[in-house]
């Protein structure tokens, strides 16, 4: 009786887990608000202004005789000139989207398979494809684009509502 309810345990902690960092169309649903940015192998937390550097990027910053806490201040400086930064995916397909200058009401699709968020704007006709994952409950969307103008690097977004 003891081992069928640790396996039990265990298994309820598993599935629990996995769950956690499922993307799907149902955890999709609900405001996603930026609180983080990977870029460059470089991470900025701006809820705890938190950083971290790759050893590798903090050995290349050494030699070309950088500092780290300029790469920070660079770093929370971009997030900032961005912020606000949230998705509201409703379940009715609708989304709407706000940045720093911008608030626009779209729809979107989400692809499980692929893990691609299309998001629609009926207004200009342009359709944007966002690579998403999920990791500790946080909403991971890819930045990268090919025009040099673009953020290279993830948004992190933690759930509000």
Known sequence: MKKLGLTFLFFSIFLLAYGQDKLDRNTIIGKWVAFGMLYNEVYYNLDTDSFYISPEK???????????????????????????????????????????????????????????????????????????????NDLYINMNKDDSNSIKGCIIFKKIK
């Open 58 to 136: 903090y050995d290349l910053l050494l030699s070309q005789n950088e500092d780290t806490i300029g790469a920070k201040k660079y770093l929370r400086n971009l997030m900032l000139s961005i912020l606000p930064f949230n998705f509201n995916f409703k379940k009715n397909g609708n989304c709407t989207f706000e940045n720093k200058n911008i608030f626009e009401r779209t729809t979107y699709a989400f692809d499980e398979l692929k893990k691609i968020i299309t998001i629609f704007n009926a207004t200009t006709g342009k359709f944007i494809n966002l690579e998403a994952y999920m990791k500790d």
